[in-house]
């Protein structure tokens, strides 16, 4: 089975920086558009960034000039840069991709289980 698999959450003082990673395993024959999301406690989960497989990206008003999106196909991995983090942006990240498995003709939405992101004032 494909599989998302996010790391790099964690506590971090306001003003810090982490760097969030997303690992795509399985079967997998190609992945198409892959984003972050977030979801704060008791609120929506909302998209942060997204990446097209040609490297295209867009960014939540609200981050942009701070996070940073990025891929590497050759890995099935995706980044996302955060500084001058905010308590605002606390919650639970997770990853998610478009792709199709091998030998199987549809395309298929996969999440990652989230990793949760804590900035202290």
């Known amino acids: 089975q494909v599989q998302l698999v996010e790391s790099g959450g964690g506590l971090v003082q306001a003003g810090g920086s982490l760097r969030l990673s997303c690992a795509a395993s399985g079967r997998i024959f190609s992945i198409n558009d892959m984003g972050w999301y977030r979801q704060a406690p008791g609120k929506q989960r909302e998209l942060v960034a997204a990446?097209?497989?040609?490297?295209?990206?867009n960014y939540a008003d609200s981050v942009k000039g701070r996070f940073t999106i990025s891929r590497d196909n050759a890995k099935n991995t995706m980044y996302m840069q955060m500084n001058s983090l905010k308590p605002e942006d606390i919650g639970v990240y997770y990853c998610?991709?478009?792709?199709?498995?091998?030998?199987?003709?549809?395309?298929?939405?996969?999440w990652g289980q989230g990793t949760q992101v804590t900035v202290s004032s």
């Open positions: 990446i097209t497989s040609n490297g295209r990206t």
């Open positions: 998610n991709a478009e792709l199709r498995r091998k030998f199987y003709p549809d395309w298929e939405v996969i």
